[in-house]
Structure formats: structure tokens, C-alpha cells
């Protein structure tokens, strides 16, 4: 009983001691996930965008990507726009409308690059969404020779793509509800993939900043001041025409408040990307 019991002991501290293989693996898959971040994180702040834009009010709500993506879908709804109470007619209005219809597009496509990359854990190439859009990028070559497949107009041809985030009523069957778990699922996964919330997370800023305004009004928010910084060193500052019709003191303020902007923005955009260096680096050490 006692040479059992030395042994035993013997056996705990052996297994304390040393590195557990289910902890390695642990380590080994957190590893590859952080190597995976990184590599598309580095690929995303190859350069720097600042906009200055003066709104009436700010939402300070936090993303929720679930949310977030419910919200950019609903704007697929054919009675958004009534519903939101956001102007028909008018040429300013139109315009208003095609910036909420874009940020769908911009989520669509998103998407639909993922469908057709083979190693994204998305691609199925007996999938009907891509069936169909091969079918009808076939029948438009024939109406139109020099086509061009990636165009992201073409996209449509897939449509509908986007999976339903509320279960959708049918006269067939009320409840669709093994569509309805298939989209959750596969909604579920989607907000997993780091490169795709971050494009959500982007769009949800967008529609943000067009949600800040009196959307039952046809003026939208204008971009006074943007100002691009790539990694090469080519700076671009472009200003609207609108600004120098302000009074000076206002265009003077938007300035100065977008200078600050930029410099602050450059600051941590830098320190961002020296952070990911040094990530890289230790990360290659400890492999």
C-alpha cells in the first residue's frame, strides 16, 4: 500500500512538472489563431484613413457584432426605408437611400468572397448561391462579350446570399425552421472570422455616422477633410468644396480638427504597426 502510494505521488509530480500534451496542443492552436489574426491585422493597416465629418449627434452605443449584423441586413427589407421614414423622392434622397443600400452590398460581398475562397472554411462548391452565379455569369457573357467576373457588380447574380438573421415566413411552411438553423449556424460562424467582423465592424461605423443624422431629412453628413497615409509615404489630404463655403472660423476649426486628428491617428497607427512587428518577431521566436 505504501509502495502504491510513493508511486502515485511519484506520478503527480511528474505530471506537474512537466507539460501536459493537452496543454501543448492548447498552446499550439492558441498560436496558430493569434498567427492567423496577425498576418490579416497586418494586412488591414497598410494604411491610414482620417475623415472629418461634423454630425448633429453621436452614437455612443458598443458593437455587437450580432446586432450589428441584424441591423445592416434590415436594410434589405423592402419597407426599411418607409419604416426608418427615409425621403422617396427628390434626387438628394435618392442619394441618401444608395448610402444605406451600400453598406448592405459592402456586407454582401464580403461575404460572397468567402464563399469563393477555398480556404476560408466557407467554400462549397456544390453550394446553390454559387451555382447560381455561375449560371447567370454564363448566360451574361453571352449578352455582353467582354465581361468582367470580378466586378463586384456581378455579385448580384448570386443574390440572395447573405444568410436571413430572423427566420423568414413562407406560405409553404410558416416556420422554415431547419432554413432558420442553418442560417443561425452559419451566421454563427461567420461572426468567427476575424477579417469578416472587422469589415462589419467598419460598415456598422458607416451606417453610424448616416444613422446620426435627421435621416427623415434628405441632406446627408459631409466629409469635410480626408486625409490617406500609405506605408509607401504617399499622403493624400483631400477637402470638399463645401468647406471653403463655411464661415472662416468654422472652415479654420475643421481644419485644426482634422490636422489633430491625423496626427494623433498617425501616432497610434504607427505604434500599432510597430506592436505587430514585435508580435511577429516573438511569435517566430517561439516557434
Known sequence: MSNELQTKNR??????????????????????????????????ITALEVN??????????????????QEIYSIHDQN????????????????????????????E????????????????PQDERITRY?????????????????????????????PAPTPVIDEKDANHQEDWIENYQEIQKLL?????????????????????????????DIIYAQTVMQLDGDIITRYNKELFNLPEEAKNSIITTHNEG??????QWRGTFSFLINLVQNIAKLS
Open 11 to 44: 506520478n503527480d509530480i511528474q505530471t506537474k512538472g512537466g507539460e501536459s500534451p493537452d496543454i501543448k496542443n492548447l498552446a499550439r492552436g492558441v498560436l496558430n489563431n493569434l498567427v492567423s489574426s496577425v498576418q490579416t491585422l497586418v494586412s488591414d
Open 52 to 69: 472629418t465629418i461634423v454630425v448633429e449627434r453621436i452614437n455612443g452605443s458598443k458593437f455587437n457584432a450580432w446586432e450589428a449584423y
Open 80 to 107: 426599411y426605408f418607409e419604416i426608418k421614414g427615409i425621403p422617396k423622392e427628390g434626387s438628394q434622397a435618392q442619394a441618401l437611400r444608395q448610402h444605406y443600400r451600400s453598406l448592405f452590398d459592402q456586407l
Open 109 to 124: 460581398r464580403e461575404y460572397f468572397y468567402l464563399l469563393l475562397e477555398q480556404d476560408s472554411g466557407f467554400y462549397n
Open 134 to 162: 455561375r449560371q447567370n455569369l454564363e448566360e451574361a457573357k453571352k449578352r455582353q462579350e467582354n465581361i468582367v467576373e470580378a466586378d463586384e457588380n456581378n455579385i448580384k447574380l448570386a443574390k440572395p446570399i447573405l
Open 192 to 220: 468567427k472570422n476575424a477579417k469578416f467582423v472587422r469589415t462589419l465592424r467598419k460598415i456598422a461605423e458607416l451606417k453610424a455616422a448616416l444613422d446620426s443624422n435627421n435621416v427623415t431629412s434628405t441632406q446627408t
Open 262 to 267: 491625423l496626427v494623433a491617428g498617425e501616432k
